[in-house]
């Protein structure tokens, strides 16, 4: 079993900035990649942004510049700094974790929203 700990959803100003975090836990076998996907009303979940144990990192061109996705190996934590916030960024943000066997495990999600 593979437990993840969200926290940093809310709701944000058009400009504003959110930070979330992820913290998996239990069974999980050396995390190689880590990050976050979203899903809007209506729409199929996309990748956001993810980052490798080395560093090297993705993302959504939709929030490049934006986004800035980093990570505590060491504590197996996520963390994405969203700034600039628009509405179009409104989703359920889901962390992400893959293992070094290629196993992918999701968070249970977060709320994100942004309005005025």
């Known amino acids: 079993q593979v437990q993840f700990v969200e926290s940093g959803g809310g709701l944000a100003q058009p400009g504003g900035s959110l930070r979330l975090s992820c913290t998996a836990s239990g069974s999980i076998f050396g995390i190689n990649t880590m990050g976050w996907y979203r899903q809007a009303p209506g729409k199929q979940r996309e990748l956001v942004a993810v980052i490798t144990s080395g560093g090297m990192t993705n993302y959504a061109d939709s929030v490049k510049a934006r986004f800035t996705v980093s990570r505590d190996n060491a504590k197996n934590t996520a963390f994405l700094q969203m700034n600039s916030l628009k509405p179009e960024d409104t989703a359920v943000y889901y962390c992400?974790?893959?293992?070094?066997?290629?196993?992918?495990?999701w968070g249970q999600g977060t709320q994100v929203t942004v309005s005025s």
């Open positions: 992400y974790a893959m293992d070094e066997r290629g196993h992918n495990y």
